[in-house]
């Protein structure tokens, strides 16, 4: 089997759009629609439903995908184990970070493991923790940086790096002040004012569903 026009249909898939994905490919779009075609010639099937608002997967066509990143993933596993191995310690890592947050913990580790392999060739990808779980699942990411919270998590393998609370601070004059014990006094005043900052998406996530939980608590006092 051909991996490359696995990923090629792989991308189609995820784009929705042969044009769109030729461009993330840096193929031309005659190019990678030929490439469909054949596949479907051999395998007799048609892998897409063709709309002129996107391309959707047929029952045949989520078959394939489904085996065409599993080969993925085994190839990759197979490369990483033949490397390890041979102890060559060298190769490539693709790292997904948040932003913000993410970067940072990137930057922090980084210096050491440079020094420890310096080798490997490190590909930093700026990505959304829901992008990041997508692309480990698919085998098209190594190791993301994230935080969140349990009841995010996916079926990936985790590894805790540490904890962090979360604090609201005000000034002494704010009437959150005088009211910090009062539940429903800061779930309405956060719940007015969490929607309008510039959080994470997970941060801000995370946020809403404790000012929810306090919110239930307020309102059986």
């Not at 054949?38 to 709309?51: D, I």
């Not at 392999?117 to 990041?132: A, D």
């Not at 007015?192 to 997970?202: I, N, P, R, W, Y």
């Amino acid at each position: 089997m051909d991996t490359r026009q696995m990923e090629y249909i792989i991308q189609i898939s995820e784009e929705r759009s042969i044009t769109k994905a030729a461009e993330k490919l840096f193929i031309t779009q005659s190019a990678l629609n030929q490439q469909l075609l054949r596949l479907e010639k051999e395998l007799g099937a048609p892998l897409f439903h063709r709309s002129k608002i996107d391309m959707r997967p047929t029952e045949i066509g989520q078959v394939y995908l489904d085996n065409a990143r599993e080969i993925l993933r085994i190839k990759q596993r197979t490369y990483n184990l033949i490397n390890d191995m041979t102890d060559a310690k060298k190769g490539r890592l693709s790292i997904g970070f948040t932003p913000g947050r993410g970067s940072e913990m990137f930057t922090h580790v980084y210096p050491a493991f440079h020094q420890a392999y310096p080798n490997v060739v490190v590909e930093p990808h700026e990505l959304s923790v829901h992008r990041q779980q997508q692309m480990i699942t698919q085998g098209n990411l190594d190791i993301g940086f994230q935080t969140l919270s349990e009841r995010q998590r996916n079926d990936s393998e985790y590894i805790k790096l540490g904890e962090e609370e979360i604090f609201l601070l005000v000034p002494s004059i704010h009437p959150a002040a005088e009211h910090q014990k009062k539940n429903f006094f800061l779930t309405k005043l956060y719940v007015l004012t969490v929607g309008s900052l510039a959080f994470g998406k997970c941060l801000k996530t995370n946020i809403q569903v404790a000012l929810g939980y306090h919110l239930l608590l307020a309102m059986h006092a």
